[in-house]
């Protein structure tokens, strides 16, 4: 569709690390993605996964004392990481901008929604008060604020829940960024006013030809919106492909579990529901080899030892790539997908695609305190 | 498929708000209508659902037939009582009967209170299980029926993760052995891989032990899983009120149609199909 010869965003092996009294939290573990003009990527995990950190690092939030942060984040030619302060103030809300995930802590309860919108576009853009409240009026109005002129005045604690959020997004938009981050625009929201937001963050992308990081645990969301998806598990990348190839063929166990996790509204009423066993790892003492095995009903003895590699796929060369980080031999996972898929139970699939019987842990297993 | 009298017979419910202004003296300037006529009935041993959007009066309806809330008018049976207006012991009687789970795993639980004493608070209020020993051995029993390791007695919950915070609740709820089970949205703070874990055990919690449930939620998704049969609400209202299958398939209500048509996902399948 696009470019692909030079991204937006380049995100190569970032590594995320914070000091606790408890030790180090590998809150990112060497991720890369790619993100160009007027594309969506969709980033996918559950909490503690790391996608927020691998977000808000992107706009340089996570620098502080006792976090260690290493790879490149390059965005239009520059390296994000080894910016200052003061450069990266000039980028971040001007060119790339975050929708946060709570909108009621994100706006500031004492100020009128308005004057946070109007600070926005004055920091970035030398206009007076009135053009920047016209062009704040012009936002409202944009994210669909019925009577705008009149609503600008308003505090955060007289908009709805999603009104807020389009504040919010009015507020990103201020400066019509290059790259917009959205780290759960939708999550608190009702399914109507969700779609609304999402078909509005979709048409902003085809007007202003943004690119767009949409980061969820809800991979209905990024169905609906992103060409492409990693999903994320403790801190890596485990998965990534083009949405319509992830949905069609998932190759890794943990998006199976994602997958089946969800009742849907369309085809049959299934009895149970898979969830996935367990809760997730622990970031500072993450389990060997494949860090998804104690929760992974496929998992043979040597996937504790061995860490695999996010790898592509065989088959016919896609684009973007459909990589996979994980031990099981690719045959082996089509037809056990294919086997879940018909219905079957994972210990079925298991013996029917002539795999030994996993030691997989059932029930949650201890949380770490 | 049911017994013939239903479990909870609620009639012409309504409850307003006042909004007034002033400290002292208070005057009316109108009133919220959270509530404004709701009827329906909620058969023994079924799963009933409750969907609508925020502040469309679904909670308001769960705190009324639990009698959290007074309603303004209207009458709710329980097990053929009126208990509408029953007050002090009797109600307290009552409430034994019927318990909830809250949303929020992480607000619902005393976190300066054990998992084992928040689980007995139940038993400490109506004065059971007196004795110590048998205490402790009931909630260890509860522990391992919502499948937690009993073992955990002792722990606080922030040592649990959100999924086991539920269960926990569950665990709480259960404890009286109640006839009805209202979680109102239990699972919308929950991730996705874990909600399926906390749905899991609702039904078979429902199945296992006879419970009637009625399970209030925002997500059309996990209704549509859970449920025999469905109510939607919209502006304190019940919209439509028909079959799982039957509102899924063919919905009635131009509002519940809208509301189906704005699942993300939905779209999904169809282009998982096509691709």
Same mark, same amino acid.
């Given at each position: 569709m696009s470019s692909i010869a030079e991204p937006l965003l380049r995100v190569e092996d970032l590594h995320v690390e914070f000091q606790t009294e408890d030790g180090v939290v590998k809150a990112v573990d060497g991720i890369d993605y790619e993100v160009g003009k007027g594309r969506t990527l969709g980033i996918v995990g559950e909490s503690g996964s790391g996608k927020t950190v691998a977000a808000l690092t992107t706009l340089g939030l996570t620098r502080a004392q006792g976090t260690r942060i290493s790879g490149r984040i390059v965005f239009e030619g520059r390296d994000l990481l080894s910016l200052p302060e003061v450069e990266l103030r000039r980028i971040r809300g001007n060119e790339i901008a975050m929708v946060f995930q709570d909108s009621l802590s994100a706006l @500031? &309860?004492? /100020?009128r929604v308005g004057a946070q919108i109007v600070e926005a576009v004055r920091a970035h853009q030398d206009v007076s008060k009135a053009q920047a409240k016209a062009r704040t009026i012009e936002l409202l109005g944009l994210v669909g604020i019925p009577d705008p002129g009149r609503r600008v005045?308003?505090? &955060? @604690? =007289?908009?709805s829940g999603g009104m807020r959020q389009r504040a919010m997004i009015a507020m990103a938009l201020a400066n019509e960024p290059k790259l917009l981050i959205a780290d =759960?625009? #939708? #999550? +608190?929201?009702?399914v109507t006013v969700q779609a609304q937001i999402l078909a509005l963050l979709e048409r902003l992308r085809g007007e202003l030809g943004m690119g767009i990081v949409i980061v969820t645990h809800d991979l209905g969301v990024v169905a609906e919106m992103a060409d492409e998806i990693a999903v994320m598990y403790a801190g890596r990348i485990v998965e990534t492909a083009a949405t319509e190839a992830l949905l069609a063929g998932p190759e890794h166990p943990y998006t199976w579990g994602l997958l089946r996790s969800i009742p849907t509204l369309e085809g049959p009423r299934v009895e149970q529901l898979a969830p996935i066993p367990g809760g997730p790892p622990s970031l500072i003492d993450p389990p060997s080899g494949c860090h998804f095995h104690p929760r992974? +009903? /496929?998992?043979? &003895?040597e996937h504790a030892r061995i860490d695999p590699e996010l790898r592509t796929i065989p088959g016919p060369p896609a684009q973007p790539a459909h990589r996979v980080a994980c031990l099981l031999e690719a045959d082996v996972r089509r037809r056990l997908w294919s086997e879940l898929q018909a219905g079957r139970e994972p210990a079925q699939a298991l013996t029917a695609a002539g795999l030994p019987r996993a030691q997989a842990t059932d029930g949650p297993p201890e949380s770490h305190a | 498929m049911s017994s013939p009298e239903p479990l909870v017979e609620v009639r012409d419910l309504v409850k307003h708000f006042p909004l007034t202004r002033g400290i002292v003296l208070k005057r009316k300037?109108? +009133?919220?209508? +959270?509530?404004?006529g709701v009827s329906f009935e909620v058969l023994r041993g079924e799963t009933l659902g409750i969907v609508g959007e925020t502040g469309c009066g679904k909670s308001t309806t769960a705190r009324l037939m639990m009698r959290l809330l007074e309603p303004t008018a209207g009458t709710v049976h329980f097990d053929g009582q009126d208990i509408t207006h029953t007050k002090g012991s009797r109600l307290k009687a009552t409430r034994r009967e019927m318990q909830m789970i809250f949303q929020d795993p992480y607000s619902s639980l005393n976190p300066r209170k054990t998992v084992g004493s928040i689980v007995a608070e139940p038993f400490a209020i109506h004065g059971l299980h007196r004795d110590r020993a048998e205490r402790r051995q009931k909630v260890r029993e509860l522990m391992d029926t919502v499948g937690? %390791?009993?073992? @955990?007695? %002792?722990?606080? &919950? @922030? =040592?649990?993760s959100g999924g086991q915070r539920q269960r926990i609740g569950v665990a709480r709820a259960l404890a009286l052995g109640p006839k009805l089970l209202i979680a109102d949205e239990p699972v919308s703070a929950l991730d996705v891989s874990i909600q399926a874990q906390v749905l899991n055990l609702l039904r078979e919690l429902q199945r296992g032990m006879g419970l009637t449930l009625v399970l209030i939620s925002h997500d059309l998704s996990v209704v549509r899983h859970m449920c025999d049969r469905v109510a939607v609400m919209h502006a304190g209202k019940i919209v439509e009120l028909a079959d799982n299958e039957a509102l899924y398939s063919s919905p009635g209500h131009p509002y519940t149609k809208e509301l189906l048509a704005a699942v993300p996902g939905a779209r999904r399948d169809r282009r998982t199909i096509h691709g």
């Open positions: @500031h &309860p004492l /100020y005045d308003d505090y &955060p @604690h =007289e908009f =759960e625009p #939708t #999550t +608190a929201l009702d992974c +009903a /496929y998992a043979q &003895p | 300037l109108g +009133a919220v209508k +959270a509530v404004d937690l %390791n009993p073992e @955990h007695y %002792n722990r606080y &919950p @922030h =040592e649990f």
